[in-house]
């Protein structure tokens, strides 16, 4: 269709208000960058780490795996932050009526662009919904919202304009189609403001409501709110409609007052604020104790303001600025919320393995010695049970003759009929009541011997099987392949077999055949001219032979005998299963240390990285960009300046360090989450926050700008110029404090010297400079710190928690 043009205009050439202005949005969206940049690394983390370990689940097996897979992006924290920074800023531009509106509206485009000057009524208004966007040549179209363009003639495609024209923003009273009541004007610019932030005017409420025009765009875009008023108080209507903006969206609302200041304000109280103030204030937009002109405190969110001179509109800048600094800061707040979470998952982690790679050796070889003391112990005392077994079995059956006698005699016998005139019986019915004659005498001895032999070896039970077990259990928990399960449950019956002997000996087995075959051969010398007759005497008879013609000496040989059979055996096969578990171990163990590995030099140092940024951002709105005072000292790491004022802190020493490598950026990602999880302790230097300085020193390095609490001097200097012994003392003392307190946050310094102690003008130290600070499951056996103040054992890299002086005379 063929466009209309627009006449020249100031929108080439912004005046300071305009470069002002666009200067907010341009600083929102270059740090927009940044956390979208942060988003898709840490995404892309994410992901790295649940392929990486789908790809060795199948191979790893162990819980390790498992849990580093469930260190992901939470759902909810995603979604969020996919909404912030996929939203392009946006004012929207309410109002009493269309005057007001369409007053700010071309205040901020530096054009004449709406007419106004004409009465509205706002419950009869018919004017569009209006939307600027940025564009290389000027185009005025209907369009439905986000979705697409109608094809209609409007007057400003006729000829040249100004002021869009009239018959354009009105939706005619004649109009039938739905899409073309519903669209909105869209007019494209080529606006310096519009390249970073859309504009939307809403319509009267005639036309459309204030939370219709909202629905459709507040969940896609940073909402920057402007309510101009045009009379001297709000009326019903309009405080409803305040009112329900409040409670749907809690969003922040710049209220400008389009009167020009010559004009009275009527219903102002002499002294005290206008009408409208109090309305606001009563509508709760407006706070008592608050700056009225549009300056929020650092960190704090922004806040509602009135302006009541139009010539003030300016502040929008201001408050534009603190209302995306608002998202911004809630984005990278939550995001390194994420980070720091996931870091000390993995740092828990990575303890976790440490302490599995150092254990598991251990126990393996616990086990194998409390198993072959235990052994050895119990074939000592089979080998000096012997005798007493013997004369055990004596007396036992010495002291139950009489009983197993009398048992007998009145022994009731199991499917035998026995005649009651007391007539004989055949062979077999005689063979069968002698074997019960037997079993009675078998069970009672045999549980006899067993209970005093077990009394025995009970306490060996006690004090090396149930500590073993317990062992075995852990190794069974830290080995998750299948084969392992069968092998752990396979010495657990071993250890049964072996060491709990009421299960051996109640099974009769052993004493059962040697006490059944010297019964049989008592029968065998047994001859009868004719069948017996069944009756006490004969059956007292029976039991008397069988208990004589037992051999005390034969039964304890072959029991001890025995005994030492089933242990050795159960002993063979106890160090077979061992070593077959102790095999399994030895694979997943070299898993472990390579996950252990990947997790201490890949994945929490990545992390941590992403946690400085993210947190560096979060700094970096809130308080600003440090400014950089006189040098104070130097380091191998970086250089110490001198800050006087940030966050609120003051004063304060800035840490500038340069990373030249991959190596010295984890390092220092390491250090700041150490510092910033640590709590305070009087003892550490407080790390008020950091910054990233993407230009630092006017050029193209990135440096980390780390804001540290300031003291007077270091222990270095102060021993230079003197402290007495009590006060060195004194010194000491804080210092082993500090590190005592690290040491139990599970963090050792491993650089502690002169220079890193720092003193206040009352001479009380203070522990800094984290950056070889690490826990002990993150160490790598590397030798760090300086030589000079190093024990000698550390040249081995063996790091501890020994505390060693630090002062020399």
């Known amino acids: 269709m063929e466009e209309g043009a627009r006449r020249s205009s100031s929108s080439g050439n912004p005046g300071p208000f305009f470069r002002e202005l666009g200067r907010g949005f341009a600083y929102y969206n270059k740090h927009l960058g940044r956390l979208q940049q942060n988003l898709r690394d840490t995404k892309n983390f994410f992901r790295d780490i649940k392929h990486t370990y789908r790809e060795q689940e199948s191979d790893a097996g162990g819980d390790e795996i498992g849990q580093l897979q469930c260190i992901a992006f939470p759902r909810q924290e995603e979604e969020y ?22 007053r700010v509206t071309n205040s901020l485009l530096g054009d004449p662009l709406l007419p106004i000057g004409t009465h509205c009524n706002p419950d009869t208004c018919k004017r569009r919904r209006i939307r600027f966007r940025h564009g290389k040549q000027t185009l005025v179209s209907l369009a439905l919202p986000e979705q697409y363009e109608l094809v ?77 008023v045009s009379e001297e108080a709000l009326i019903p209507e309009d405080q409803d409609e305040l009112t329900d903006i409040k409670t749907k969206y809690k969003l922040p609302v710049f209220f400008i007052r389009t009167s020009s200041s010559k004009d009275k304000l009527i219903g102002a109280p002499e002294g005290g604020r206008s009408a409208l ?85 251990k126990r393996l070889e616990y086990t194998r010695q409390k198993e072959s003391e235990l052994f050895e112990s119990l074939m000592k005392i089979s080998d000096r049970k012997q005798e007493e077994l013997k004369d055990m079995i004596v007396e036992t ?58 009394s025995s070896v009970d306490y060996l039970r006690e004090s090396f099987v149930g500590t073993l077990e317990r062992c075995l259990r852990s190794l069974e928990r830290s080995q998750q392949e299948s084969s392992t399960h069968v092998t752990s449950n396979h010495l657990k019956q071993i250890l049964n077999a072996a060491y709990h002997v009421e299960v051996t000996f109640n099974s009769g087995s052993t004493v059962t055949r040697m006490v059944w075959e010297q019964i049989v051969q008592i029968i065998q010398r047994i001859s009868w001219v004719s069948p017996p007759a069944i009756t006490p005497e004969w059956k007292r008879k029976v039991a008397q032979d069988a208990i004589e013609s037992l051999s005390a000496s034969k039964l304890a040989k072959s029991i001890c005998s025995q005994f030492c059979k089933r242990l050795k055996s159960s002993h063979e096969a106890f160090a077979a299963s061992l070593k077959q578990l102790e095999v399994g171990h030895s694979g997943r163990l070299e898993k472990t240390e390579d996950l252990w590995l990947r997790v201490r030099k890949d994945h929490a140092p990545r992390l941590a990285r992403l946690s400085l940024e993210s947190r560096s951002l979060q700094d970096v709105l809130l308080h600003g960009k440090p400014r950089l005072g006189r040098e104070l000292g130097r380091g191998q790491y970086g250089v110490v300046y001198l800050c006087d004022s940030w966050g609120g802190h003051f004063p304060c020493a800035l840490k500038s360090v340069v990373p030249p490598d991959e190596k010295h950026w984890n390092d220092l990602a390491l250090e700041f989450h150490y510092m910033r999880s640590l709590p305070k302790h009087e003892r550490l230097v407080d790390l008020h926050g950091s910054v990233i300085d993407y230009k630092y020193g006017g050029g193209s390095s990135i440096a980390v700008l780390l804001i540290m609490e300031r003291l007077h001097r270091d222990l270095y200097a102060g021993l230079k110029a003197g402290l007495t012994l009590e006060t060195r003392l004194q010194i000491a003392l804080d210092v082993v404090e500090g590190i005592r307190f690290l040491h139990s946050q599970g963090l050792v310094h491993r650089d502690i010297k002169l220079k890193n102690v720092l003193l206040d003008k009352k001479n009380r130290a203070k522990i800094t400079d984290l950056g070889f600070c690490k826990p002990e499951a993150m160490m790598s056996g590397s030798i760090v710190g300086t030589p000079i103040h190093m024990a000698p054992e550390l040249f081995s890299g063996k790091y501890n928690n020994v505390i060693r002086p630090i002062l020399k005379n």
């Open 277 to 361: 103030y109090e309305q606001l204030m009563h509508l709760g937009y407006l706070k008592k104790g608050l700056c009225n002109c549009g300056a929020a405190g650092s960190g704090s969110p922004a806040p509602s303001i009135l302006v009541e001179q139009f010539e003030k509109l300016r502040q929008l800048s201001s408050f534009s600025r603190q209302v995306l600094q608002m998202h911004l800061v809630d984005a990278a707040m939550v995001l390194n919320m994420v980070h720091s979470r996931c870091l000390d998952l993995f740092i828990n982690k990575a303890f976790d393995m440490r302490r599995d790679l150092q254990i598991t050796p």
């Open 397 to 454: 059956l010495n002291s139950m003759r009489e009983q197993l006698l009398e048992d007998a005699a009145n022994m009731a016998f199991k499917d035998i009929a026995i005649p009651q005139n007391g007539e004989p019986i055949g062979t077999q019915e005689v063979k069968a009541c002698i074997f019960q004659i037997k079993e009675l005498i078998i069970s009672r001895l045999n549980q006899a011997v067993v209970n005093k032999l077990i």
């Open 152 to 228: 209609h003639q409007l007057v400003a495609h006729q000829g040249k304009w100004d002021t869009i024209p009239q018959e354009d923003l009105e939706v005619p009273e004649d109009e039938e189609d739905p899409a073309h009541r519903m669209a909105e004007l869209e007019v494209t610019l080529p606006h310096h403001l519009l390249q970073d932030v859309d504009i939307v005017v809403s319509p009267c409420r005639g036309s459309q409501s204030v939370t219709t025009t909202m629905e459709d765009y507040v969940d896609h875009v940073q909402s920057v709110i402007v309510y101009a």
């Open 81 to 102: 932050l996919k909404l912030t920074v996929r939203c392009r800023p946006c004012i929207f531009i309410l109002g009493q009526n269309c005057n007001a509106r369409g």
